[in-house]
Each structure stands twice: as C-alpha cells, then as structure tokens.
C-alpha cells in the first residue's frame, strides 16, 4: 500500500512561545488549586520540553540536585562578579518548596488578569 505524502498527517511543531502561555494560563485557571510538586514539576516540563536551559542542561519537572549553589548573578569584566540571590542548597530544596506550597491562612481572593 502506498500512501501519498499530501494524505499523510503531520505534526505541528512545538511553539515555545504557545507551551509557555497555555502553562500561565493553566497556572491562573487553576489559581486555587494547591501548590503542589507534581503541579511545578508539570509546568517546569512544559516549558524546558528539552531538558536545557539555553544550552545548558538541566533537571526538569523534578528539583534540582547539583552540589553548587545556584545564584542570580552579574558578571562583571576585570571585577568580581556581584551575587543577588543565591538559593537554598539542593538537599534543602524539598523542604523550602513544601514550607512555601501551603496555602495561605485566611481568605483569599482571586487573582485578576488584564484583558488582552
């Protein structure tokens, strides 16, 4: 059997841009949902699809598990380089997040958005 190539169903690339919006969208829809790791871990998988950073690889939809501190930095020529934030070390990360992912005492509003 032979199947003509206009008859063949092709897949649509993946727009990154598109990932990215349906993730906050999704993230805004379900603002009352709890926090939890599976729901950052879906997210974080949805938009590093690739498992990297730019060009750098990284550990996606899981913490991450590197021995170095992860820093907000800005290098600087000749000087060194100024450090912003550095983050909790990796072992401590799973605590910290499940620390922050409880929901808040008290009434809640829902967030708004602007219209586009």
Not at 38 to 46: I, V
Request: proline residues 15%; positive net charge; contains cysteine.
């Amino acid at each position: 059997m032979h199947i003509r190539p206009s008859r063949m169903k092709r897949k649509q690339p993946i727009c990154a841009s598109c990932v990215k919006r349906k993730s906050l969208e999704a993230a805004v829809q379900h603002w009352a949902e709890p926090l939890s790791a599976e729901r950052l871990f879906g997210w974080h998988a949805a938009l590093f699809p690739t498992g990297r950073s730019g060009i750098t690889p990284i550990v996606v939809g899981g913490w991450r598990d590197h021995p170095e501190p992860m820093q907000i930095v800005t290098p600087r020529l000749w000087r060194p380089e100024v450090v912003h934030y550095q983050a909790p070390d990796s072992p401590d990360v799973p605590a910290h997040m499940a620390r922050h992912a409880k929901p808040p005492s008290g009434p809640r509003c829902k967030p708004t958005t602007p219209s586009v």
